[in-house]
Nanobody
């Protein structure tokens, strides 16, 4: 059974930092691409950052230079380090693990339950 569990959310002041963690079990973690998404109240879910199986990273423009995604395959964990946080970073943050088989093009897609991040003074 696949489980994806986020942690590390909380309340932080503007300019502060948080580190989110996402641990996945039941999958061959190292071959998966991991992404962080977020959803603010009343808004659509937004892709934030991604890291490939070879640790290539990408970010949405609004977090470039402030957020860093990384992975530790030995711990089956992906991280999102968030610095210089802004009130507009407030959202529920979700972790996604995805893999597409080269053999049959089947897509494997697993989501966590989300962790709340609130940036406020």
């Amino acid at each position: 059974q696949v489980q994806v569990v986020e942690s590390g959310g909380g309340l932080v002041q503007p300019g502060g930092s948080l580190r989110l963690s996402c641990t996945a079990s039941g999958i061959i973690f190292a071959i998966y691409t991991l992404d962080w998404y977020r959803q603010a109240p009343g808004k659509q879910r937004e892709w934030v950052a991604g890291i490939s199986s070879v640790s290539s990273t990408n970010y949405v423009d609004s977090v470039k230079g402030r957020f860093t995604i990384s992975r530790d395959n030995a711990k089956n964990t992906v991280y999102l380090r968030m610095n210089s946080m802004k009130p507009e970073d407030t959202a529920v943050y979700y972790c996604n693990a995805k893999f597409t088989s080269g053999a049959d093009a089947r897509r494997y897609d697993h989501w966590g339950q989300g962790t709340q991040v609130t940036v406020t003074s």
